[in-house]
C-alpha cells in the first residue's frame, strides 16, 4: 500500500441547523471546540500510516468550519500535514478579516463560501443567516488575505425559486469572478421538518430541476468557466492564468482514489473497505480521550463493487474514464445502444458520455452498467 494521497477533516460546529441539511452537525458546543481538536489529532496519530508520505489534499468540511474557535483552528491548521491543496469551507457571515489572515497564514489554498443565493426569499427558506452582502465581503477578505482560489456555493430547486432567482443568482455568483463555482440540486432528506413544511413545492420543483440544470451549464459555460464534472465548474487555463483550478480534493473521489477521514461522522475508503465514523460527538471525545479509535461502521468493498463505483463516479466528469480494469463493470451492448443515441463516445479504452449524456446523468450511467 502507498498510503492514501487525500484527507478529509470533519469539523461539526454551526451555529443553527439549516432544515435541509443532512451533514453530521452539532449546534452550541462552544466549550468543546478545542477537545474536539484534541480529539482530532489524537486520530491523525493512530492513522498516520494510512497517509501517503505526501499528500495532495487536505479538505476541512462540516458543519462550519470556520465556526471554529480561532484559537483551535490554527491548532489544527498547523498539525495537519503539508498538501498541495488545502480547502477550508466558510459560511460568509464567519469569514472576518482576521479569520482570513489566520487561514492564510496557516496554508490554507482554497476557500469554499457557501453562498446558495443571493436572494433574500430564498435565504430564508433554506434557514441561512448570511446576507448577499456577506457573501462579497467574505470573498473580498479571502483576496485581501492572499488567497487566490475561491468557490462559490450555489444551490437550485429551492422552494420557491423562479427560473429568474436562478437567472439572478447565477448573474450575481459571475460578477465576483470566483475561481470555482459549485451548483447543487437541493436535495431534502424524506421525514425531516424542511420536507413537512415544503413538500407540495418541493414536487413542482422536481418538475423544473433538468430546466434549472441546463440553464446552470449554458450560463456558466458561456461565461468561461469548464463543466469538468456534474455540478462543478471552474475558470477555464486561459482565463485563469494557465491554471488548473479543477478541485483536487474532489477530484480524488471522483477518480476512485483512496482517502482518509478524521472526525465524527467521517468517511474512509482505504483499498476494499470503507468505514463512518459513528455521529455521536460524545463517543467520539471519549473513546479519542481514552486513546482508543472511535467506534465505526465498516463495509467491504469487493472488487466488483469498486468497479461499479469508479464508473459510476468517473462517468461525471468531462474527461474519457479509463476502462482499464473495469471491462467487467460495463455492458457493452447498453454502450453501443447508447453510442448509437449519441449519450456515449467509446474511444480506445476510454468511455465517455456526450454532453447530451451529462444532462441525463446518472440514468444514463445506470444503463452502461453490467
Known amino acids: 500500500m502507498t498510503g492514501a494521497r487525500h484527507l478529509y477533516v470533519h469539523l461539526p460546529f454551526c451555529s443553527s441547523r439549516c432544515g435541509y441539511c443532512d451533514f453530521v452537525t452539532v449546534v452550541g458546543r462552544d466549550g468543546e471546540h478545542d477537545r474536539y481538536v484534541e480529539a482530532l489529532l489524537a486520530e491523525l496519530a493512530l492513522e498516520q500510516g494510512l497517509l501517503a508520505e505526501r499528500i495532495e489534499s487536505v479538505y476541512l468540511g462540516g458543519g462550519t468550519p470556520t465556526l471554529t474557535s480561532p484559537g483551535a483552528l490554527e491548532r489544527l491548521l498547523a498539525a495537519l500535514p503539508a498538501a498541495d491543496e488545502v480547502t477550508v469551507e466558510a459560511n460568509p457571515e464567519t469569514v472576518t478579516p482576521e479569520l482570513a489572515a489566520l487561514l492564510s497564514r496557516n496554508g490554507v489554498t482554497r476557500v469554499s463560501i457557501g453562498a446558495q443565493s443571493f436572494q433574500m426569499h430564498l435565504l430564508d427558506v433554506l434557514d441561512r443567516r448570511a446576507r ?34 436562478l437567472e439572478r443568482d447565477l448573474a450575481e455568483a459571475l460578477a465576483l469572478e470566483p475561481e470555482h463555482i459549485s451548483a447543487y440540486e437541493l436535495e431534502a432528506k424524506p421525514g425531516t421538518r424542511f ?5 407540495i413545492e418541493l414536487a413542482r420543483q422536481a418538475d423544473a430541476m433538468e430546466d434549472y440544470f441546463e440553464r446552470v451549464v449554458e450560463t456558466l459555460t458561456g461565461a468561461g468557466y469548464r463543466w469538468y464534472e456534474t455540478a462543478s465548474f471552474c475558470r477555464r487555463p486561459e482565463l485563469a492564468g494557465g491554471r488548473d483550478l479543477r478541485a483536487r480534493h474532489n477530484l480524488g473521489y471522483w477518480l476512485g482514489r483512496d482517502y482518509l477521514g478524521l472526525g465524527v461522522g467521517a468517511v474512509s475508503t482505504i483499498e476494499n473497505r470503507r468505514w463512518r465514523t459513528a455521529p455521536s460527538l460524545p463517543r467520539y471525545l471519549a473513546a479519542l480521550g481514552g486513546g482508543e479509535r472511535p467506534a465505526r461502521e465498516v463495509e467491504e468493498l ?37 453510442a448509437g443515441g449519441g449519450l456515449a463516445v467509446r474511444g480506445d479504452g476510454t468511455l465517455a458520455l456526450t454532453s447530451r449524456g451529462r444532462f441525463l446523468g446518472g440514468g444514463v450511467t445506470a444503463r452502461l452498467l453490467a
Open 302 to 338: 469487493p472488487d466488483d463493487v469498486r468497479a461499479t463505483e469508479r464508473v459510476l463516479l468517473g462517468l461525471r466528469l468531462d474527461e474519457p474514464l479509463s476502462l482499464a480494469g473495469l471491462e467487467g463493470a460495463i455492458d457493452e451492448r447498453e454502450v453501443e445502444r447508447l
Open 195 to 199: 420536507t413537512h413544511a415544503h413538500g
Open 132 to 165: 448577499p452582502e456577506d457573501v462579497r465581503r467574505a470573498l473580498q477578505r479571502v483576496r485581501d488575505a492572499g488567497i487566490d482560489n475561491s468557490s462559490l456555493d450555489l444551490i437550485y430547486g429551492i422552494p420557491g425559486q423562479e427560473p429568474s432567482d
